[in-house]
């Protein structure tokens, strides 16, 4: 029996750690804008990639509603490029080409969009924003659950990042497993921050990005 409550004790104080962990990214995961109104001009922004597609085609409107948001800051003149980073693993799986092509159908033209093929994780995305295309100072673009964990990454890093928050699905299926998932992710942010020292996992020459004069 005494066995069993030691058991339970760890667990509960493990569980008590993660939930504060937790609490302390959120806290540190902001300014975040909802508005095109509101947010800041920056020279530019950093697109974080997920799946266009779901099982069996299905749209993901993760997806959908980032790139909406990527181009109405470009439509409002709040920034100036946009460096769009995501996973790149095979050639039948291009999350970064296929934001580049999105976005220049919703009107952004080619010559502003800096492609980051190596953006396998939110941590590669951030830190290879500064060492590969030299952002600092910038906007970060995904849904407010997702801008929390990176705008702690980009904060612990020195950046001065701000967020703008995608329309997101509240209510859904799809969000309730993306909050879960970003429970986990954000403690494994903060290992990564603080504990492991946890670099991308390529670099690379640096690459140019090209702004609207």
């Known amino acids: 029996m005494r066995e ?29 804008y909802s508005t095109v109104k509101e947010v800041p ?26 790139i909406e948001a990527a181009a109405a800051l470009w439509r409002a003149g709040k920034i100036k490029a946009i460096v769009v980073s995501g996973d790149n693993a095979t050639k039948y799986y291009d999350e970064t080409t296929r934001m580049y092509n999105d976005l220049i159908k919703a009107g952004v033209p080619a010559r502003y969009i800096a492609k980051d093929y190596a953006g396998y994780r939110t941590l590669d995305s951030v830190m290879r924003a500064k060492a590969i295309f030299d952002l600092e100072d910038y906007i970060i673009i995904s849904q407010r659950f997702h801008l929390e964990r990176a705008l702690f990454l980009a904060h612990a890093k020195g ?42 996992k390529f670099y690379g020459e640096k690459k140019k990005v090209k702004y609207k004069k």
């Open 4 to 32: 069993l409550w030691w058991i339970l004790l760890v667990v509960l104080s493990a569980g008590l750690v993660v939930l504060g962990i937790n609490v302390f990214v959120s806290k540190e995961g902001a300014p975040i």
């Open 159 to 200: 950046q001065k990042a701000i967020g703008f928050k995608a329309k997101d699905i509240a209510g859904t299926p799809a969000a309730y497993r993306m909050q879960t998932r970003e429970f986990l992710a954000k403690t494994k942010a903060f290992l990564d921050v603080y504990l492991l020292d946890t670099q991308p």
């Open 41 to 66: 001009a920056k020279k530019a922004a950093l697109l974080l990639g997920t799946s266009k597609y779901i099982a069996k085609g299905k749209k993901n409107y993760f997806y959908t509603y980032r």
